[in-house]
C-alpha cells in the first residue's frame, strides 16, 4: 500500500508540474496520460493468480506461463531488473496499448520533439485512446503539418511501475513476448534522457540478443530471422527515400516542385516495396498495412531509428566477452558521453561489426 501511495503521489506530483511549466494542451495530456497509466496498473492481475484459476483460458494460462519463464530468464541469465515488472497480466478493452502520434513538416524530416520530466525529448505523443490519438491527428494535419498514428503493443515506465505483461503484446507468438519483455526491461536497465535511437537500438539489441538465448536455453534452434531480414530490406529502401528526401527538401526548389517531386518519391518507394514483396519475398505481405496508409515524412520516423546502432551494440556485446554485466557497464560509459563523442563511437563500433 506505501508503495501504490507513493507511486500515486509521484505522478500528480508530475501532473502539478506539468501545470506550472506548460498550458493548458499539455495539462489535458499530462491528464490522460497518468488516467491512462492508472487504468493500466489498476486492471492487473497477478499472473500466478491467473495460472491457479481453474476456470481461467487453457490457452491464455500456456501464454502467461511462457511469459513468466521468460521474465525469470531476463533477470538470471540477462542481468535485467529483477523486480515485478512483467508478473502481472492486464486485458485491455483495445487492441493496443497506446497509439503514438508522429508529425513532420511538410518538407522537413525532423519530428516535432515533445518533452517530458522523466523521458526527455521524444519524437512523438502516446495516447490510451485512439480516438484521440487522431483528434490529435487531426490538429496538426489542419496546420498543414504530415502526420502519422501507429498503435504500440507495450512500454516501458524505465522503472517508476511495474510493468505489466499486456493483452496487445499477446497477439503475436512466444518469441515476440519475450523478446518484447526483454527489450522493454533493456529501458530500465539504463536509458539516457533525448537520444531516441541510443535508447532504442540498445533496447533492440538486447531484444535480439536475449531471444537467441532464451531459444537456447530451452533447447530450441535459433529463431527465424527471416522477418528480421524482410523488416531490413525494407529499412534499408525506406532509409535510402529518406535520404533522397533529404536532398529534395534542402535544395532550391519552390514549394510546388517540392510538393511534385515528393509525390513521386513516395509512388516510387510504394514501387519498391511490390518489388521486394513479389520478387524477393515469395508475396510475403505483413507491410501492406503500412503502405496502404498515406504515406508522408511522418510515417518514415520510426524506420532506421529503433534500429540504427544495433550493430554498434553487438560488436560492443562481442568486445566484452558477451559478459552482460561488462557489456552494461560499458554502455553506460557510453552514454555518458557527450553527445557528438556518444554519437562518434558508436559509428566506430558499427563500422567494426
Same mark, same amino acid.
Given at each position: 500500500m506505501r508503495a501504490r501511495a507513493a507511486r500515486t503521489l509521484r505522478s500528480c506530483l508530475l501532473l502539478a508540474l506539468a501545470g506550472l511549466f506548460a498550458g493548458c494542451s499539455t495539462v489535458e495530456y499530462a491528464h490522460q496520460a497518468w488516467q491512462g497509466q492508472r487504468a493500466v496498473i489498476r486492471d492487473s492481475v497477478p499472473i500466478r493468480a491467473i495460472l491457479e484459476d481453474p476456470a481461467a483460458d487453457p490457452h491464455l494460462q500456456s501464454r502467461l506461463a511462457t511469459a513468466l519463464e521468460a521474465r525469470r530468464f531476463a533477470s538470471n541469465a540477462l542481468a535485467l531488473p529483477d523486480n515485478p515488472s512483467y508478473t502481472?497480466?492486464?486485458?485491455?478493452?483495445?487492441?493496443?496499448?497506446?497509439?503514438?502520434? *508522429?508529425?513532420?513538416?511538410? *518538407? !522537413?524530416? %525532423?519530428? #516535432?520533439?515533445h518533452c517530458y520530466l522523466i523521458a526527455g525529448c521524444v519524437a512523438y505523443k502516446g495516447y *490510451?485512446?485512439?480516438?484521440?490519438?487522431?483528434?490529435?491527428?487531426?490538429?496538426?494535419?489542419?496546420?498543414?503539418? @504530415?502526420?502519422?498514428?501507429?498503435? $504500440?503493443?507495450? +512500454?516501458?515506465?524505465?522503472?517508476?511501475?511495474?510493468?505489466? $505483461?499486456?493483452? !496487445? #503484446? #499477446?497477439?503475436?507468438?512466444?518469441?515476440y513476448v519475450a523478446k518484447l519483455i526483454f527489450h522493454e526491461l533493456a529501458h530500465q536497465r539504463f536509458y539516457i534522457k533525448d537520444d531516441t535511437a541510443f535508447n532504442e537500438s540498445f533496447?533492440?539489441?538486447?531484444?535480439?540478443?536475449?531471444?537467441?538465448?532464451?531459444?537456447a536455453s530451452r533447447?530450441?534452434?535459433?529463431? %527465424?530471422?527471416?522477418? %528480421?531480414?524482410?523488416?531490413?530490406?525494407?529499412?534499408e529502401v525506406v532509409l535510402a527515400t529518406r535520404g533522397e528526401l533529404a536532398t529534395l527538401y534542402a535544395s532550391d526548389?519552390?514549394?510546388?516542385?517540392?510538393?511534385?517531386?515528393?509525390?513521386?518519391? *513516395?509512388?516510387?518507394?510504394?514501387? @519498391?516495396?511490390?518489388?521486394?514483396? @513479389?520478387?524477393?519475398?515469395?508475396g510475403y505481405a505483413g507491410f501492406d498495412q503500412w503502405f496502404g496508409d498515406s504515406l508522408n515524412n511522418a510515417?518514415?520516423?520510426?524506420?532506421?531509428? +529503433?534500429?540504427?546502432?544495433?550493430p554498434a551494440f553487438e560488436r560492443l556485446f562481442q568486445q566484452v566477452g558477451e559478459d552482460w554485466s561488462a557489456f552494461y557497464a560499458a554502455v553506460e560509459r557510453l552514454g555518458h558521453l557527450a553527445e557528438p563523442d556518444r554519437t562518434q563511437r558508436l559509428i566506430q563500433l558499427a563500422g567494426e561489426s
Open positions: 502481472r497480466y492486464t486485458a485491455l478493452p483495445r487492441t493496443y496499448v497506446v497509439w503514438n502520434v *508522429f508529425v513532420t513538416p511538410e *518538407f !522537413s524530416l %525532423d519530428p #516535432m520533439e *490510451f485512446e485512439e480516438a484521440r490519438a487522431h483528434q490529435e491527428a487531426a490538429v496538426w494535419r489542419d496546420q498543414g503539418m @504530415d502526420v502519422f498514428v501507429g498503435g $504500440v503493443p507495450a +512500454y516501458s515506465t524505465l522503472g517508476w511501475y511495474d510493468d505489466p $505483461v499486456l493483452s !496487445s #503484446m #499477446m497477439h503475436w507468438d512466444d518469441d533496447a533492440n539489441f538486447l531484444g535480439q540478443q536475449g531471444l537467441r538465448q532464451w531459444r533447447g530450441l534452434s535459433p529463431p %527465424d530471422m527471416a522477418l %528480421d531480414r524482410r523488416q531490413q530490406q525494407l529499412i526548389l519552390s514549394e510546388a516542385e517540392k510538393r511534385i517531386a515528393k509525390a513521386e518519391r *513516395f509512388a516510387q518507394l510504394r514501387a @519498391d516495396y511490390q518489388r521486394l514483396r @513479389d520478387e524477393q519475398w515469395n510515417a518514415l520516423l520510426p524506420f532506421g531509428l +529503433y534500429d540504427q546502432w544495433v
